[in-house]
């Protein structure tokens, strides 16, 4: 059952195995909470608290400014200590509501919802999406009420939970597959309430076989939903390559999952829609793995949103073998490194992995030497080596020409290059100033 | 200290090949035809092997020097030119046209163009036929046993009988390298199977080449003769062309159709370069396929581009 795939991909060293079996271990923070009002795409959300007052764990503490932006919870009881830019996983530093926490943990009164499902209305279900301010946890942050108002609602028929976790290292939803398989089944029924005329597929890869147990045999008796087998393959879980593997659907840079009639989640989205809508509570906490070879106790954690990263680090035994080289929030492919540990878990953070070696500044780029590797490996079939050369000499329109701007950044033909060029880097930068040009 | 001085962008993880690992495959991929050729042609073989190898490197080191540009003699790429230009020479070659024809081949053919990837013709290739038109007679009097002797495709060509069996093995004269189709199909696999090579290419040449020997059996005397497909397979360095020189990343295309059409081309030119309907240059068929098609790699590589994924796909309501 290995027929759910795309063509190209790679795969690389997986690393799961230091926290693979480490059950959700839940972290409660000791310093102040950082909440950045950016950790969506969209606008800034807009601050409904200032210095001084005081905030209970779920209460609303900035509200989205606009139709394309999300609101933010205060994940901790406390006293607003301010707001202020404050450095933020990306690097830069972004403005921010600043809580220190009175260690009470006391929190809203959360109003659940048990009504059967056919008794709740799509009005009832997106209005609790958009106020408990989920945004895709994947990493992307699109708000999720947007993402579940396409135009045409009628006709999508395939609703794409994305439980394959591709990146290496990664385990926080392989543990949620195992341990919430009813959240994440709940999570997804409701979805399925808004699209009357589709189905559920979870996806996940096929080195993970006790989630596919797991969640085949929470399915039994649910109608409209399947569990569907991926190929154990890097960037599995992209969403372009995600939809065609599940669906044999094309959908290209300019065009949203949507337009193949398809809706892909994430695992610890799914799992936030099940208590945004059944428990009232809003997107206040997540599943973090921290590990990596310079970690003495890998773990996966669930924190709350606004947790200093650093703390967590140390949660998990700190370092061994001294100081890592490279800290990076998220996987090894996509994930962003970071200059400063001293930044918050957001919406967005899936995992914090920290390497003794960096294997980048250990080699030095050298001549392409026309392998075609990367042709070989690129999901977006495109000429890599040709592009980054392109992006290098400044020539943009030759480059959109030649189908730069399909690239998905996912890393792959960087990882294979055996000249140790930096295409990915390259491209990346060039297809994010077109786009900032195109703004204009 | 919770501030650190390494920072890229993604990916972080890189892959073990590099560009001098991925040589010293090749190589190793060469070492059984390598071994057999000084197995068969003694002592002058090897000292062949070795002037060709040093000549390659010392002229890459020397050029990289005098003109302060990074020396890359580390990534093997000037070793493998070497051994694959020895393994194309007669083992009776004096030693100063292979000095020649390796200075030839990386100053002249690597170092102007820009050094490695920039080459837009095979190195060893090309200066293997830089030495055949300098000093054609050297370069084509072949002996087996001491005693000068025809090829077997020359022989075949003649209309003589071969035999097979010692073509597939490799007692027979020929260049170092080329006469042991054995050989050269275990180094052949041991690329494929690491990865170094895509089997397109051989599979493409090898493939084509077949065909046109086997229509040209069919329709020249009515039957298809297996024994002459096999000779035709073993002789003439296909064997080494097409899994060591086709497949030479610089000079052949990147793209995966590409890389069939290439073969193809290479395997009809080949058969043209053979056939009786040209009377001279019977042996050196492979090596002038394979240069011209190094030719056509840009052309090639411009009709192939891959279709984007997604692209054109239609919006579905």
């Known amino acids: 059952m290995n027929s759910f795939t795309f063509k190209g991909g790679i795969h690389p060293y997986e690393g799961k195995k230091l926290t693979m079996d480490k059950p959700v271990e839940t972290y409660l923070p000791k310093g102040e909470m950082v909440y950045p009002l950016i950790q969506h795409i969209g606008a800034p959300a807009k601050p409904l608290v200032k210095k001084g007052d005081s905030v209970l764990a779920g209460q609303k503490i900035a509200e989205a400014a606009g139709f394309v932006s999300a609101n933010i919870h205060s994940s901790v009881s406390g006293t607003v200590k301010g707001i202020e830019p404050r450095l933020t996983v990306g690097g830069n530093k972004v403005d921010s509501i600043i809580i220190e926490s009175d260690g009470k943990q006391e929190s809203v009164e959360y109003q659940g919802n048990d009504k059967a499902l056919d008794e709740l209305s799509s009005e009832e279900i997106l209005d609790r999406i958009r106020e408990a301010g989920i945004v895709g946890m994947g990493g992307a942050g699109f708000p999720t009420h947007v993402k579940l108002s396409p135009k045409n609602k009628d006709s999508i028929d395939t609703i794409l939970v994305n439980g394959s976790e591709c990146e290496p290292y990664l385990t926080s939803d392989y543990r949620r597959m195992i341990e919430e398989p009813e959240k994440i089944i709940e999570g997804l029924r409701l979805v399925l309430c808004l699209f009357p005329n589709a189905s559920g597929l979870i996806a996940v890869e096929n080195n993970k076989p006790k989630a596919i147990e797991t969640l085949k045999d929470k399915i039994k008796d649910t109608e409209r939903i399947q569990v569907h087998v991926l190929k154990t393959k890097y960037p599995q879980g992209a969403e372009r390559q995600l939809i065609y593997a599940n669906t044999k659907r094309y959908i290209n840079s300019s065009m949203l999952p949507a337009d193949a009639r398809c809706i892909v989640l994430n695992i610890d989205t799914v799992i936030a829609v099940y208590e945004a809508v059944r428990l009232g509570i809003p997107l206040i906490d997540r599943v973090v793995t921290v590990t990596g070879d310079a970690i003495a106790n890998p773990q996966n954690y669930k924190v709350l949103l606004g947790t200093n990263i650093q703390e967590l680090i140390d949660a998990a035994g700190g370092y061994r073998n001294g100081e890592p080289e490279k800290i990076i929030s998220g996987g090894p492919m996509m994930g962003k490194a970071l200059f400063s540990t001293n930044t918050p878990v957001v919406k967005g953070s899936s995992a914090i992995l920290c390497m003794q070696e960096d294997q980048v500044s250990a080699s030095k780029p050298s001549p392409c030497i026309r392998c075609g590797r990367c042709v070989a490996v690129c999901p977006g079939r495109v000429i890599p080596s040709k592009l980054a050369t392109l992006a290098e000499r400044g020539k943009l329109d030759e480059f959109v020409k030649q189908d730069g701007m399909e690239c998905c950044e996912c890393g792959c033909c960087s990882y294979i290059c055996p000249a140790k060029r930096h295409l990915t880097q390259t491209i990346a930068a060039t297809r994010k100033a077109i786009l900032a040009s195109r703004k204009k | ?317």
């Not at chain 2, 068969?40 to 002229?59: K, M, R």
């Not at chain 2, 024809?101 to 050094?115: D, E, T, Y």
């Not at chain 2, 042991?180 to 599979?203: E, N, Q, T």
């Open chain 2, 1 to 317: 200290m919770n501030e650190w001085k390494m920072i890229s962008s993604s990916p972080h993880v890189r892959h073990e090949d590099s560009t001098s690992s991925i040589m010293l495959d090749v190589l190793i991929a060469l070492l059984p035809a390598s071994i057999i050729g000084v197995n068969n042609f003694g002592f002058p073989a090897f000292l062949l092997i070795l002037i060709c190898i040093a000549a390659c490197v010392g002229t890459e080191w020397l050029f990289q020097y005098l003109t302060k540009r990074t020396i890359t003699i580390g990534d093997f790429s000037a070793v493998v030119t070497g051994l694959l230009l020895a393994l194309n020479l007669p083992p009776s070659l004096p030693w100063w046209m292979a000095v020649l024809g390796s200075v030839f081949a990386i100053l002249v053919v690597k170092q102007l163009f820009g050094g490695i990837g920039q080459n837009f013709m095979n190195p060893a290739l090309a200066a293997r036929c830089f030495l055949l038109l300098s000093f054609s007679k050297a370069m084509t009097t072949f002996s087996y046993d001491a005693v000068t002797t025809a090829t077997p495709l020359a022989l075949l060509k003649s209309g003589e009988s071969v035999d097979v069996f010692r073509m597939f093995m490799g007692s027979t004269a020929g260049t170092i390298g080329e006469t042991s189709a054995a050989a050269l199909l275990i180094g052949g696999i041991y690329l494929i199977v690491k990865r170094v090579i895509d089997i397109r290419i051989p599979l493409a040449y090898i493939g084509s080449f077949s065909v046109c020997i086997l229509l040209y059996s069919l329709i020249g005397r009515g039957e298809i003769d297996l024994t002459f497909l096999a000779a035709h397979l073993c002789g003439g360095g296909l064997m080494l062309g097409a899994i060591f020189m086709a497949t030479d990343y610089v000079t052949s295309p990147i793209t995966p159709k590409g890389r069939l059409i290439y073969g193809v081309i290479l395997g009809i030119l080949t058969f043209v370069l053979r056939s009786p309907w040209n009377p001279t240059l019977a042996a050196e068929g492979v090596s002038y396929s394979i240069l011209c098609g190094n030719l056509l790699v840009p052309i090639i590589e411009r009709f192939t581009v891959p279709k984007s994924f997604g692209k054109g796909a239609e919006k579905l309501e």
